[in-house]
T-cell receptor, first 110, second 112 residues
Framework: GNSVTQMEGPVTLSEEAFLTINCTYT??????LFWYVQYPGEGLQLLLK?????DKGSNKGFEATYRKETTSFHLEKGSVQVSDSAVYFC?????????FGTGTRLTVIP | EAGVVQSPRYKIIEKKQPVAFWCNPI?????LYWYLQNLGQGPELLIR????????DSQLPKDRFSAERLKGVDSTLKIQPAELGDSAVYLC??????????FGPGTRLTVT
């Protein structure tokens, strides 16, 4: 089946710290992979995506690389800001359907 | 460009009452999705429409849930009767031919 396993939160970091949120997946074939972000009181927003092995998605200082050999798509950012506080969801796309992880809540403190 | 619009944003009802949620997708997007998001969980697909056809409703509890997408644009999701366990956020999303999905703000349902 298709599933996504995310690093459990919550994660609390100081401003300018390095962020890693782990994500691994199980899927038939080669899915597209996504990171979505949900800010407080808002809907999910696409943060970045990768459609094939070794692709790197990037946006707003966040990066994730599609690793087929480890079935992973870890999210990283070199220096987080208070405004990055949100819930982050890893997801895979198969047969036009998205399968989400459980989400990781990030809180960045000044 | 307007995003996906959902209404209402919040709804509180008593159990056994009916409730309906409305979604207006991004103009031109032929694919529309309804998701259920329980507290502390990721969204789970309920139903996917391509134009006016429901192409995947395998996760929709059809004894109490129904959905329609008349004319292939707006969509309505209904629950009748609601149960306590239906308390959750109901998300609508749309995409252009199954590509990137754009989500609305969701409707938070509380069943008392």
């Amino acid at each position: 089946g298709n599933s996504v396993t995310q690093m459990e939160g919550p994660v609390t970091l100081s401003e300018e710290a390095f962020l890693t949120i782990n994500c691994t997946y199980t899927a038939t074939g080669y899915p597209s992979l996504f990171w979505y972000v949900q800010y407080p009181g808002e809907g999910l927003q696409l943060l970045l995506k990768a459609t094939k092995a070794d692709d790197k998605g990037s946006n707003k200082g966040f990066e994730a690389t599609y690793r087929k050999e480890t079935t992973s798509f870890h999210l990283e950012k070199g220096s987080v800001q208070v405004s990055d506080s949100a819930v982050y969801f890893c997801a895979l796309l198969r047969a036009n359907n998205l399968f989400f992880g459980t989400g990781t809540r990030l809180t960045v403190i000044p | 460009e307007a995003g996906v619009v959902q209404s209402p944003r919040y709804k509180i009802i008593e159990k056994k009452q009916p409730v309906a949620f409305w979604c207006n997708p991004i103009s031109g997007h032929n694919t529309l999705y309804w998701y259920l998001q329980n507290l502390g969980q990721g969204p789970e697909l309920l139903i996917r429409y391509e134009n006016e056809e429901a192409v995947d409703d395998s996760q929709l509890p059809k004894d109490r849930f129904s959905a329609e997408r008349l004319k292939g644009v707006d969509s309505t999701l209904k629950i009748q009767p609601a149960e306590l366990g239906d308390s959750a956020v109901y998300l609508c999303a749309s995409s252009l031919q199954g590509d990137e999905q754009y989500f609305g703000p969701g409707t938070r349902l509380t069943v008392t």
